[in-house]
């Protein structure tokens, strides 16, 4: 019989085109998530300050999603690592998400790992895909917010290279 480990663990990636540094500080800017996340609709506390492990956040979502939620900084290295944890109906839930610097940007990568009693996995399951769905939005909003503010001198050269193109700009940057 396989280990808990064995099962698949839900995840998601999401490729952003700027430094880990610069993701992993807006990833763990708690006291401005309502300014660049679409879903927070108010930070109603951040505890302790600095951010850092042990610290909790408590947040109000816009309706489709969780209303109120709270959760921990359960581990936090900057710039490549943050967990946090969450109940879901009394269960616990965690969240990883690491930071990898690749093709000059940050490939982020979030899963979901729980271990609960063999009984409740499925419905473990299900919360987490729901958790998942909702970072998948946040990570979204993440690299929208990150990517135009990042690397200024590089957009520059790519748009100089873009437009400089036989085609007037059709060509695409090589890899």
Do not use: C
């Not at 280990?3 to 698949?8: G, K, L, V």
């Not at 271990?115 to 473990?124: C, N």
Request: glycine residues 6%.
């Amino acid at each position: 019989m396989g280990s808990r480990n064995d099962a698949p663990r839900p995840s998601l990636k999401v490729f952003v085109n700027a430094a880990p540094v610069a993701v992993f500080s807006v990833l763990s800017d708690m006291e401005n998530r309502a300014s660049f996340l679409s879903s927070v609709r108010r930070v109603i506390k951040v505890q302790p300050l600095p951010v850092e492990a042990g610290t909790s956040v408590r947040e109000k979502r816009a309706i489709g999603t969780v209303f109120s939620r709270s959760f921990r900084i359960v581990e936090y290295r900057p710039p490549d690592y943050i967990a946090f944890s969450q109940r879901w109906l009394g269960l616990p839930i965690r969240l990883e998400i690491t930071l990898r610097d690749e093709r000059g940007g940050t490939l982020v990568t979030a899963h979901v790992a729980s271990y609960p009693m063999a009984a409740l996995r499925p419905i473990v399951r299900l919360i987490a895909a729901h958790w998942l769905r909702q970072w998948e939005n946040d990570l979204s909003d993440i690299k929208r917010h990150v990517e135009p503010r990042a690397n200024p001198a590089w957009r520059e050269k790519l748009q100089d290279r873009q437009s400089s193109g036989p085609s007037g700009g059709s060509r695409r940057p090589s890899k």
